[in-house]
Nanobody, 111 residues
Framework: VQLVESGGGLVQPGGSLRLSCAASGFTFGSYDMTWVRQAPGKGPEWVSAINSGGGSLYYADSEKGRFTISRDNAKNTLYLQMNSLKPEDTAVYYC?????WGQGTQVTVSS
């Protein structure tokens, strides 16, 4: 299982980022996928999840209305569109699925 996140970076409050997670080594389209983040000095926090077919989406309350999870099973890729970013969204974002974890991508929201 290999999961590789990308798309993180430095963005001002109110800005947007789109994270991607490229999957390989397992049948991506058969697995539910999850985004988890970890802020400095804090434990992991579940952010969002999507079922294998992409028809069921789940969000933590703090992300509802701002984040959108999606997937392209033909491209073996998971996405997280993040809008209206806040400083408290600063964290390393990880994707998970297929019994594996990615290495994470840093998101920093700061002016």
């Amino acid at each position: 299982v290999q999961l590789v996140e990308s798309g993180g970076g430095l963005v001002q409050p109110g800005g947007s980022l789109r994270l991607s997670c490229a999957a390989s080594g397992f049948t991506f389209g058969s697995y539910d996928m999850t985004w988890v983040r970890q802020a400095p000095g804090k434990g992991p926090e579940w952010v969002s999840a999507i079922n294998s077919g992409g028809g069921s989406l789940y969000y933590a309350d703090s992300e509802k209305g701002r984040f959108t999870i999606s997937r392209d099973n033909a491209k073996n890729t998971l996405y997280l569109q993040m809008n209206s970013l806040k400083p408290e969204d600063t964290a390393v974002y990880y994707c998970s699925g297929g019994n594996g974890w990615g290495q994470g991508t840093q998101v920093t929201v700061s002016s």
